[in-house]
Antibody, heavy 118, light 109 residues
Framework: QVQLQESGPGLVKPSETLSLTCTVS????????WSWVRRPPGKGLEWLGY???????NHNPSLNSRVSISVDTSNNLVSLNLYYVTAADTAVYYC????????????WGHGTLVIVSS | EIVLTQSPDFQSVTPKEKVTITCRAS??????LHWYQQKPDQSPKLLIK?????ISGVPSRFSGSGSGSGTDFTLNISSLEGEDIATYYC?????????FGQGTRLEIK
């Protein structure tokens, strides 16, 4: 059974970079696509972007090119970098798996809360 | 960007009640519409994929349908159980960026 585990700092200062890692266990990174989704407090779900097993990525234009998503197939890791964060980026961040970049998400991590505050 | 609008935003429900949640897309998504359940402090769980396809392990009281237009979709819970109290989201994968509905929160009356 595949398991996804997000990890990273729980507190980030405004204007700095939010960096998270998703460790995939129980199955291979291939041949799947891996997305990051977040849920701000009191709000709904927002898709940030995805990366394929080949390294191709696509990001939500609403983030104004502040996001970078990459994959390390050797170590079964998926990474998220969100640059120049503000308080509006405070959210629970989830890693999620899909069959392709445009598909449903069949497995999710437990999520990690990131607070942006000085 | 395709906007998904769910209704209602909130519903107070009783056990064994039939519950219907709708999701309307701002343009056709074909059948690429999926439903999730999210309980407090848990991650979303896939309930229905591609409008009406069931997911292994999901109780049969959950079902999905579409009007055929590619814009109007429904999630039905045939007989609500207490464990179904959660927030439900629709999601489209027809075009990027992937988008979700705003969510429908169910609460016990």
């Amino acid at each position: 059974q595949v398991q996804l585990q997000e990890s990273g700092p729980g507190l980030v200062k405004p204007s700095e970079t939010l960096s998270l890692t998703c460790t995939v266990s129980g199955d291979s990174i291939r041949p799947f696509a891996w997305s990051w989704v977040r849920r701000p407090p009191g709000k709904g779900l927002e898709w940030l972007g995805y990366v394929s097993d080949s390294g191709y990525s696509n990001h939500n234009p609403s983030l104004n090119s502040r996001v970078s998503i990459s994959v390390d197939t050797s170590n079964n890791l998926v990474s998220l970098n969100l640059y120049y964060v503000t308080a509006a980026d405070t959210a629970v961040y989830y890693c999620a798996r899909s069959g392709t970049g445009r598909n449903c998400f069949d497995h999710w991590g437990h999520g990690t809360l990131v607070i942006v505050s000085s | 960007e395709i906007v998904l609008t769910q209704s209602p935003d909130f519903q107070s429900v009783t056990p064994k009640e039939k519950v219907t949640i709708t999701c309307r897309a701002s343009q056709s998504v074909g059948n690429s519409l999926h439903w999730y359940q999210q309980k407090p402090d848990q991650s979303p769980k896939l309930l229905i994929k591609y409008t009406s396809q069931s997911i292994s392990g999901v109780p049969s009281r959950f079902s999905g349908s579409g009007s055929g237009s590619g814009t109007d979709f429904t999630l039905n819970i045939s007989s609500l159980e207490g464990e179904d109290i959660a927030t439900y989201y629709c999601q489209q994968s027809s075009s990027l960026p992937i988008t979700f509905g705003q969510g429908t929160r169910l609460e016990i009356k």
